[in-house]
């Protein structure tokens, strides 16, 4: 004889749902504290950075321009006082580490 199995209820489902809307609130809101700790340590590995943000990045940089400047507002209030985001003509952004101030 086989045990009787339940089938999952409302309250697993509910916490699938919570759990995947807090994942995907958590990595665009995880960018700050990583421009952080990128622009503060100089043994921060940028490459691992840039690949693991570059999705975020990218959705930002199609987004319209309200989008932009709301992400851009968040982001910097994160950054060091030597870092900043560099925009080009397409309104694409980045940060870079200048020389000067590390």
């Known amino acids: 004889m086989t045990p009787d199995r339940k089938k999952p209820g409302v309250a697993f489902w509910a916490t699938v749902v919570a759990t995947m809307f ?7 809101l995880s960018f700050g504290p990583a421009c952080w700790l990128c622009g503060t340590d100089d043994h921060f590995d ?3 950075f840039c690949t693991f943000y570059r999705p ?3 959705v930002v940089e199609h987004s319209p321009q309200s989008v932009r ?3 851009r507002w968040y982001f910097e209030r994160w950054l ?4 900043e985001f560099i ?12 020389v000067l101030g590390r």
Do not use: C, K, R, T
Not at 22 to 28: F, K, R, S
Not at 80 to 83: E, G, N
């Open 22 to 28: 807090a994942l995907l609130l958590a990595y665009p």
């Open 46 to 48: 940028d490459g691992a």
């Open 56 to 58: 975020l990045v990218v």
């Open 69 to 71: 400047n709301a992400a």
């Open 80 to 83: 060091p006082p030597h870092v």
């Open 87 to 98: 925009g080009d003509p397409d309104g694409a952004w980045w940060h870079e580490h200048p």
